[in-house]
T-cell receptor, first 112, second 114 residues
Framework: DAKTTQPPSMDCAEGRAANLPCNHS???????VYWYRQIHSQGPQYIIH???NNETNEMASLIITEDRKSSTLILPHATLRDTAVYYC?????????????FGKGTLLTVNP | SAVISQKPSRDICQRGTSLTIQCQVD?????MFWYRQQPGQSLTLIAT?????????ESGFVIDKFPISRPNLTFSTLTVSNMSPEDSSIYLC???????????FGPGTRLLVL
C-alpha cells in the first residue's frame, strides 16, 4: 500500500471548515483513499473513502486531486467534538486485502 | 455498519498472567481483525481472525503470545499471554464484509500490566 504524509497537527476555529490535507504521491490506480478519526483513546471511526471521484457524506467531503497524488478531507462546520486524530490511509482495492496501515495522522484541535 | 462490543473495556493485570478479550458483533461479518495501539502510538494489525481455522498473524506477532479464536461469524477472542508491562496497550477489534469496502472498529480494551 502507498505511503501517506499528513501534517502532525492543525487548529481550527469552531464553526469554520476544517481542511485536512494528505499526500499520497505513490498511489496506484487500484488503491482507495480512506479517512478515519480517533477521538481520545476510543476506537477509530470511519469517515469516508474514495477512489478517484470526490465523495460527500453526512460527516465530511473528500476531495481527491485529478492525479490522485493528494487529497483533502473537509469538515464543513467543525465542532469541539471533532477534535481528534485524523488518519489518511491508502489501501489496495482487493477482496483479499483488508489490512489498514495507520500512520501517525493529524491531530485536529477545534478551538472555541 | 455494525455494533461492536468488547469485553472487558479495561483491565489491570499482573505480569506473567494472561487476559482474554472478547469481541462481539451484532450481525454476521466476513472478516474480523485484532489491532494493538501502544501508548502514544498508532494502530498496528496483530492478526486476522479466521472462522474455523488458525488466525493469520502479521510479522512480529506469534500465536503463542496472542492466541485467537473465532468460533462463528459474530464472535472472536484475543488472549494476551504471559503478560509483561510492554503489553500495556489498547487492543481493538475490527470487522469487515467482503461485499463492502469499509472496516469498522470496536471501542477497544485498555490493558495495563504491572
Amino acid at each position: 500500500d502507498a505511503k501517506t504524509t499528513q501534517p502532525p497537527s492543525m487548529d481550527c476555529a469552531e464553526g469554520r471548515a476544517a481542511n485536512l490535507p494528505c499526500n499520497h504521491s505513490t498511489i496506484s490506480g487500484n488503491e482507495y483513499v480512506y479517512w478515519y478519526r480517533q477521538i481520545h483513546s476510543q476506537g477509530p471511526q470511519y469517515i469516508i473513502h474514495g477512489l478517484k471521484n470526490n465523495e460527500t457524506n453526512e460527516m465530511a467531503s473528500l476531495i481527491i486531486t485529478e492525479d490522485r497524488k493528494s487529497s483533502t478531507l473537509i469538515l464543513p462546520h467543525a465542532t469541539l467534538r471533532d477534535t481528534a486524530v485524523y488518519y489518511c490511509i491508502v489501501r489496495v482495492r482487493a477482496l483479499s486485502n483488508y489490512k489498514l496501515t495507520f500512520g501517525k495522522g493529524t491531530l485536529l484541535t477545534v478551538n472555541p | 455498519s455494525a455494533v461492536i462490543s468488547q469485553k472487558p473495556s479495561r483491565d489491570i493485570c499482573q505480569r506473567g498472567t494472561s487476559l482474554t478479550i472478547q469481541c462481539q458483533v451484532d450481525s454476521q461479518v466476513t472478516m474480523m481483525f485484532w489491532y494493538r495501539q501502544q501508548p502514544g502510538q498508532s494502530l498496528t494489525l496483530i492478526a486476522t481472525a479466521n472462522q474455523g481455522s488458525e488466525a493469520t498473524y502479521e510479522s512480529g506477532f506469534v500465536i503463542d503470545k496472542f492466541p485467537i479464536s473465532r468460533p462463528n461469524l459474530t464472535f472472536s477472542t484475543l488472549t494476551v499471554s504471559n503478560m509483561s508491562p510492554e503489553d500495556s496497550s489498547i487492543y481493538l477489534c475490527s470487522v469487515a464484509w467482503t461485499e463492502r469496502e469499509t472496516q469498522y472498529f470496536g471501542p477497544g480494551t485498555r490493558l495495563l500490566v504491572l
